[in-house]
């Protein structure tokens, strides 16, 4: 089944500490992104890459990173995380058209 | 830079009824798409439209983008509860290939 999966699904945290939210698609997609969804404020592209080793900020990338060492994956790093960072997390992917195929969403709280 | 606004932000409807869900750019649109949201969950993706004119149905939803291509519609006919969700709507960005920009949502809420 063609998919984008993440995990964890939920996760509950501390500030300062380091977490990883993983993203993976089986459809062979070169562009993934990753999105936060804050109330009000619909879906903010963080970050994107449109290749392996090929990434670029979104519109809110402070205080994430991205690494893409491999077509399917394409893991969200939170170095040291803060409370405003609390929020849904979604991973997307896309093809040749520009339909984007999305995860379940990981949704983070920072204490 | 392109924005894309919905209305309305939030709608309550009793079941049965019809509604409709707008997406208004600033700029015109040269792909539009339509997601549902379940309340915490993923995005599935609904429909998309490009041509001016352009109208698609599927079950009882039905989504239209305007001769100019500046609006687009989501009309839902004998809403049931299953309808209930957030929609979102999202534009092909024209300075990037893979881009979208999104409108902030309307969330539906059905009575019954």
């Known amino acids: 089944e063609a998919q984008v999966t993440q995990n964890p699904r939920y996760l509950i945290t501390v500030t300062g500490k380091k977490l990883t939210v993983t993203c993976s698609q089986n459809?062979?997609?070169?562009?993934m992104s990753w999105y936060r969804q804050d109330p009000g404020l619909g879906l903010r592209q963080i970050y994107y890459?449109?290749?392996?080793?090929?990434?670029d900020k979104g519109d809110v990338p402070e205080g994430y990173k991205v690494s893409r060492k491999e077509k399917r994956n394409f893991p969200l790093i939170l170095e040291s995380p803060s409370p405003n960072q609390t929020s849904l997390y979604f991973c997307a992917s896309s093809g040749s058209g520009r339909k984007q195929f999305f995860g379940p969403g990981t949704r983070l709280t920072v204490l | 830079s392109q924005e894309l606004e919905q209305s309305p932000q939030s709608l309550i409807v009793q079941e049965g009824k019809n509604l409709t869900i707008n997406c208004t750019s600033s700029?015109?649109?040269?792909?539009l798409y339509w997601y549902k949201q379940k309340y915490g969950e993923g995005l599935i993706f609904l429909m998309m439209?490009?041509?001016g004119g352009e109208e698609k149905s599927h079950e009882k939803i039905t989504a239209k983008l305007d001769e100019k291509k500046q609006q687009s519609s989501l009309h839902i006919t004998a809403s049931q509860p299953s309808h209930a969700g957030i929609y979102l709507c999202?534009?092909?960005?024209?300075?990037?290939?893979?881009?979208?920009?999104w409108g902030a949502g309307t969330k539906l809420i059905i009575k019954p």
């Open positions: 890459s449109m290749n392996v080793e090929v990434t």
């Open positions: 700029k015109t649109l040269y792909g």
């Open positions: 999202g534009a092909d960005n024209i300075g990037s290939n893979y881009q979208l920009i």
């Open positions: 439209l490009q041509k």
């Open positions: 459809m062979n997609h070169e562009y």
